[in-house]
């Protein structure tokens, strides 16, 4: 398998299984972030139901009665009981509306309650300017304020379908049982005393007594719905008792045409009176458990919102952890790549390189000399070739041993090397015989080079490890021949050089010979030359 495959293999290994868990914690923070608002929201909600209620069970009623008594009485301290029942009603309306959520929140059915209690709020404070001004001699502002306490129940009731707690749908469904119960009570005691206070002939309400039972068993559908809850269990239980049956049974017959006796009427009244006593006790003990609802939603809320950075904070360390991982692995296989590829270079250069000496080898001076003529098509006229050997080479292993061989080999290569052009290709040919390719060189430029090359040759000392120091001598044989894109094969230049060698040799040796210059063959002896036998660079 190649080693991009296996980096993508990897990273693969690596990435997918956290993708898949980054979006599971995407999904399970966006579900937590909705709980989390969903636990707000309720929070507000209970907030406007513990006021609301608040306000429907004590605020409005005690500004009802404070006014009444004002009316009966204008004294100075009846005058500072209704101002101050006056600044908590308008103290807890300010606070109720700026305890409601955004518009957002809210539904139309709610937000049109809301513009309608506005209004209500405005009629109590007209009725308030008409009171201090003396227009209600003689007559009841009572109804206003009925009004406004209807449309406040209105709003409570229009609270209950956007809450999502049901611990909080259930006490929302409880407060507003109790509130209908309380009201339809209140209204069928006060229609109830005023007609059996007036004379034989007065006429019964009958249509506002209705209303009264009609929220009285609104509230207690509420309430039976609901009777699991305690609060409910008790109201339950008190309604049960003989004193309030007996009630009941009064009012029915009130509601039937029947007029009490004035006993039966004072027992009737103590019994409602105690009745709403004890249903606006459990209205206000509703609205503040409401209150601690929101408390613990709170509470709940702020958990929630914890767990939901904790889980942010993990997730993101997880995406740091991963992501270093990830980079560490992908260096470690680009090392590996890296090494692999040296290693390679490294095998590659070794089989195309003398271990000895360092130079090419015959394989790989044959690659390198096919690209080399391949590129001087184009710019090099002339080619030549320099063949040399060592003098007496044989002796030096004869008598120093082969180490001195090997060491004498290998400093005389170097020496080549810093002497020949740098673009012109060595190569050891075999034993002590080296070879260079000089792109374009007459045979006359090739020579002056070999010149330099025989002179740093016997110029060096070589020192060997048993402490001697050796010099040497090399014979060098130069040809060249026109450079032709037709013609790659210089086996012939290496014959020629070869014999220009042996005449160096024969002239005495340490010294150079240069053969005769190759004139440019014609087109058909190019094409023998291209197809016959030797070396060509091509294959």
Not at 274 to 288: D, P, S, T, V
Request: net charge neutral; proline share 3%; aromatic share 6%.
């Amino acid at each position: 398998m190649k080693f991009e495959t296996i980096k993508k293999v990897i990273l693969a290994a690596i990435m997918l299984p956290f993708v898949f868990m980054l979006i599971e914690g995407v999904v399970v923070i966006r579900s937590s972030v909705n709980q989390y608002w969903n636990l707000e929201k309720d929070r507000q909600f209970a907030d406007v139901l513990a006021r609301g209620g608040s306000i429907a069970a004590t605020e409005i009623l005690t500004e009802i009665d404070a006014t009444r008594r004002y009316l009966a009485d204008p004294s100075d301290r009846n005058a500072v009981d209704m101002q101050q029942s006056r600044v908590t009603l308008d103290r807890e309306r300010r606070a109720f509306y700026a305890s409601l959520p955004s518009r957002d929140a809210l539904d139309e059915g709610l937000v049109g309650e809301l513009s309608i209690l506005s209004l209500a709020y405005s009629r109590i404070v007209a009725a308030r300017s008409a009171v201090d001004q003396g227009r209600y001699a003689g007559s009841d502002p009572g109804s206003i304020y009925w009004y406004a306490a209807l449309k406040q129940l209105a709003v409570v009731d229009a609270l209950s379908p956007l809450i999502s707690d049901p611990v909080l749908l259930e006490k929302s469904n409880q407060l507003m049982g109790i509130l209908l119960t309380y009201y339809g009570e209140r209204l069928i005691t006060g229609i109830g005393t005023r007609y059996l206070n007036q004379g034989v002939s007065a006429r019964l309400p009958v249509e506002l007594f209705v209303q009264g039972k009609v929220m009285l068993g609104e509230g207690m559908d509420h309430m039976v719905f609901h009777s699991s809850a305690p609060i409910v269990r008790n109201i339950v239980a008190y309604l049960g008792r003989s004193s309030q049956v007996k009630a009941n049974a009064i009012t029915d017959a009130i509601l039937a045409g029947s007029r009490p006796t004035r006993a039966v009427h004072d027992v009737w009244a103590a019994a409602q009176s105690e009745r709403m006593g004890f249903l606006q006790q459990k209205m206000i003990e509703a609205a503040q458990d409401i209150h601690a609802t929101g408390e613990n939603l709170s509470t709940r809320s702020h958990i929630h919102l914890t767990r939901i950075l904790a889980l942010c904070a993990g997730l993101l360390i997880l995406a740091t952890l991963v992501l270093v991982l990830a980079a560490k692995g992908l260096r470690l296989i680009d090392r590996l790549t890296q090494d692999r590829e040296t290693l390679v270079g490294e095998l590659r250069s070794a089989a195309q390189t003398d271990l000895l000496t360092g130079l090419y080898n015959r394989r790989g001076f044959e690659v390198a000399a096919s690209a080399l003529l391949t590129q001087a098509e184009h710019g090099s006229r002339w080619i030549s070739v320099v063949l040399f050997d060592l003098d007496h080479f044989k002796k030096i292993n004869d008598i120093h041993g082969h180490d001195a061989g090997d060491a004498v080999l290998r400093h005389v290569a170097g020496v080549a090397r810093q002497n020949f052009r740098s673009f012109d290709l060595l190569v050891r040919h075999g034993g002590e015989e080296f070879l260079a390719l000089l792109p374009d060189s007459t045979p006359d430029d090739a020579a002056i080079v070999a010149e330099r090359v025989r002179l740093a040759i016997e110029g060096a000392e070589i020192p060997l490890t048993s402490g001697d120091v050796l010099k040497v001598t090399a014979s060098f044989g130069c040809a060249g021949r026109a450079n032709e894109a037709t013609n790659r094969n210089f086996e012939d230049l290496v014959k020629r050089a070869d014999l220009a060698l042996y005449a160096a040799k024969a002239s005495g040796r340490n010294c150079v010979v240069s053969g005769p210059t190759l004139p440019a063959p014609v087109q058909e002896e190019r094409r023998k030359a291209a197809s016959g036998g030797g070396f060509d660079s091509r294959m």
